[in-house]
């Protein structure tokens, strides 16, 4: 058995307070435990404590590791992310700049077409390393779960690409992945006007191709205006869940698309972006996790993507009236070469704090325990707990748990540990 002390931990983080996730009042409230140890057994955190009480007797071979006096808290947990992709889209960056919105760009043949484009030309091989190195960078800063989409193929050959690229990824990567199907990301050139043949073509060939290869453990709609409608939305999520494909959502981004509506009527596991949500999105989700909870299901997650807000000048999710409903919130960084290119989830949970106005103990259980659970994963990630995962994060040493989304460009991170193994950041 392989064991792990972290000792001399100045503050251990995100211990865990026995939900599944945190909602409302509760997000406020990060558990903590001043000077502290940690002890990992294999890959699981086995015990912790306060050094006041003395640190446990070592069995032969345990490895120590001097967090001194670092704060140790769970890795990030990123519930949606496009890190499969073929290369970068600086060009339409250069376009927004000069005033061409995101539906725009899309219009005119570019956004999620253009990458459609280029990842078609690119082998599986070739993809595979170029994700590789986007993985490698979320793990130096800080994320240990990660949800990888499709959605750039467009055709039945190209997601498939896509999907077993994520799992060669979930094979060989130290972090725990887990795959999302988004066909319905966008109509594919071969069916431009023609989005109801583009639909039968995901319900008829390409989720059952999916299924029968296990490529994937969700199905997604990009359900929003110039998208996908709400009634195409359902017929493919009824059509995914035959095969045992939970949904997630592309939810009223660019306007009230009706996505959280068809959320929580199909019991989706998260409806994400929200940057478009009005009131009555919210009542619905307060309606569904009160009728999740009587009939023994999981809740719909809203999710914000405070990223995407901030690379394209929208509006940001409304965060404290999420919250102030008791409702969960969950944050993530939508990591994808148009709208977001970045996956740094430290800053993600800065953005939260600055420009949603969460308190950092929110936005710390945000971007873990509630991203946990946006991933169905919480009961084994996302916090501080015996018998978890053993993915974490030690940082230099720092005041207070709030430096963390204060120093928001700050390079804090010291250590990662995924899977109870010391993970080299170079």
Not at 91 to 114: H, T
Not at 242 to 267: C, F, M, N, P
Not at 397 to 415: E, G, K, M
């Amino acid at each position: 058995m392989n064991r792990l002390l972290i000792t001399n931990i100045g503050t251990l983080a995100g211990i865990d307070q026995g939900l599944p996730c945190l909602q409302g009042p509760q997000m406020a409230r990060l558990e903590v435990l001043p000077d502290a140890w940690l002890l990992i057994a294999d890959e699981k955190i086995s015990a912790w404590g306060s050094l006041a009480d003395g640190t446990p007797d070592l069995e032969p071979g345990t490895e120590v590791y001097d967090a001194q006096g670092g704060t140790v808290l769970p890795s990030f947990c990123d519930s949606h992310t496009h890190i499969v992709y073929a290369g970068s889209r600086e060009g339409e960056f250069v376009d927004k700049i000069q005033g061409l919105s995101y539906a725009e760009i899309a219009r005119r043949g570019g956004g999620i077409l253009n990458s459609a484009d280029r990842l078609h030309h690119m082998s599986e091989d070739e993809l595979y390393q170029q994700a590789m190195q986007r993985i490698r960078e979320i793990i130096r800063k800080g994320t240990g779960a990660v949800e990888i989409k499709s959605g750039y193929g467009l055709n039945t050959d190209d997601e498939l690409k896509m999907l077993r690229v994520i799992r060669r990824i979930r094979q060989t990567a130290p972090l725990c992945v887990r795959s999302t199907f988004l066909g319905a990301h966008a109509v594919g050139r071969a069916y431009q006007g023609r989005q109801a043949d583009y639909v039968d073509l995901i319900i008829h060939e390409m989720i059952p191709e999916v299924a029968r290869q296990q490529l994937a453990d969700f199905i997604d709609v990009f359900c929003d205006d110039g998208f996908f409608t709400p009634q195409e939305t359902a017929r493919i999520l009824a059509a995914g869940a035959k095969y045992g494909l939970r949904g997630k959502i592309h939810g009223q981004e660019l306007a009230d698309s009706g996505g959280v509506e068809v959320a929580t009527h199909y019991q989706a596991l998260s409806v994400d972006h929200l940057e478009s949500m009005t009131d009555r999105d919210i009542q619905l989700l307060v309606s569904n996790g009160e009728h999740a909870a009587a009939n023994g299901y999981h809740r719909t997650i809203p999710t914000a993507l405070p990223g995407t807000s901030f690379f394209l000048n929208m509006p940001f999710a409304p965060a404290r009236k999420i919250i102030s409903a008791g409702l969960p919130l969950a944050i993530a960084s939508d990591y994808n070469p148009g709208s977001t290119p970045s996956g740094d989830m430290k800053f993600v949970v800065s953005l939260a704090c600055i420009k949603m106005r969460l308190l950092p103990a929110e936005a710390i259980n945000a971007a873990t325990i509630n991203t946990a659970a946006a991933m169905g994963i919480s009961r084994d990630y996302g916090s501080i707990a015996q018998g978890k995962v053993a993915n974490l994060i030690i940082t230099d040493p720092i005041p207070s748990i709030d430096f963390l989304p204060y120093a928001y460009t700050s390079p804090v991170i010291r250590q990662v540990i995924l899977k109870g193994q010391l993970i080299d950041r170079e």
